[in-house]
T-cell receptor, first 115, second 112 residues
C-alpha cells in the first residue's frame, strides 16, 4: 500500500524567513496531495492541495510543488509569521477522479516560528 | 453551522471497559472517517463510511467497531478497551472521496 514519508519532523525558523516541508510517496497511482495544518488542541484543517496534473499551486504565502517522476511534493511557506506555528501534515491519495483510495498521512512536521 | 462535532472531549477508561464515541456532521456529507493520532505517528484511518448504512475497514481497524445508522452520525465503539488504544481520536467528513476532509476537535481517550 501507499507509504508517505515526511521531513523534517521539527522545524524552527525566524519570523519572516521561509519554511519548506518535504514529503515522498511510494504509490505512483496517487493523484491527490493535500496539506493539513493542526493547531494545538484542534483538528487538522486543509490549507492547500494539488492534483497530479498540476506541478505547482500557490495561495498567498503558501505554495505546493509536485514532482511526479521523483514521487515527492513540498510545502513552501514564505514570510512566516508566529501564527504559522503548528503541526503540518502531508497526505496522498489515489482517490481523485472517483477511484478508490483513502488519504494516507505523513507523520507530521512541527513548525515553530520565533518572533 | 457547527461542522463536525465529537462527544465526549475527554474520557478515561479502565482496561476491559467499553465505550462509544459519537461524531455528528451538519454538512450533509456522504463520507465520514475515524482516525487515531498518536505521537510521532500522524493520523491513521480506523474505519470509514461511504454513505448511510455502509462501513469499511481502514489501516488500523482491530479492536474497534463502527456504525452509520444515520447520514449525519458516525459512531466508533471500543468493546474491550486496551492501553494500546490510548490516543486522540478524530472524526472527519467529506463531500467526495478525495476532497477536503473536515475534522472534528478530537476526543482524548486514556485507557489505564
Amino acid at each position: 500500500g501507499e507509504n508517505v514519508e515526511q521531513h523534517p519532523s521539527t522545524l524552527s525558523v525566524q519570523e519572516g524567513d521561509s519554511a519548506v516541508i518535504k514529503c515522498t510517496y511510494s504509490d505512483s497511482a496517487s493523484n491527490y496531495f493535500p496539506w493539513y495544518k493542526q493547531e494545538l488542541g484542534k483538528g487538522p484543517q486543509l490549507i492547500i492541495d494539488i492534483r497530479s496534473n498540476v506541478g505547482e499551486k500557490k495561495d498567498q504565502r503558501i505554495a505546493v510543488t509536485l514532482n511526479k517522476t521523483a514521487k515527492h511534493f513540498s510545502l513552501h511557506i514564505t514570510e512566516t509569521q508566529p501564527e504559522d506555528s503548528a503541526v503540518y501534515f502531508c497526505a496522498a491519495s489515489k482517490g481523485y477522479g472517483g477511484s478508490q483510495g483513502n488519504l494516507i498521512f505523513g507523520k507530521g512536521t512541527k513548525l515553530s516560528v520565533k518572533p | 453551522n457547527a461542522g463536525v462535532t465529537q462527544t465526549p472531549k475527554f474520557r478515561v477508561l479502565k482496561t476491559g471497559q467499553s465505550m462509544t464515541l459519537l461524531c455528528a456532521q451538519d454538512m450533509n456529507h456522504e463520507y465520514m472517517y475515524w482516525y487515531r493520532q498518536d505521537p510521532g505517528m500522524g493520523l491513521r484511518l480506523i474505519h470509514y463510511s461511504v454513505g448511510e448504512g455502509t462501513t469499511a475497514k481502514g489501516e488500523v481497524p482491530d479492536g474497534y467497531n463502527v456504525s452509520r445508522l444515520k447520514k449525519q452520525n458516525f459512531l466508533l465503539g471500543l468493546e474491550s478497551a486496551a492501553p494500546s488504544q490510548t490516543s486522540v481520536y478524530f472524526c472527519a467528513s467529506s463531500y467526495s472521496r478525495w476532497g477536503e476532509q473536515y475534522f472534528g476537535p478530537g476526543t482524548r481517550l486514556t485507557v489505564t
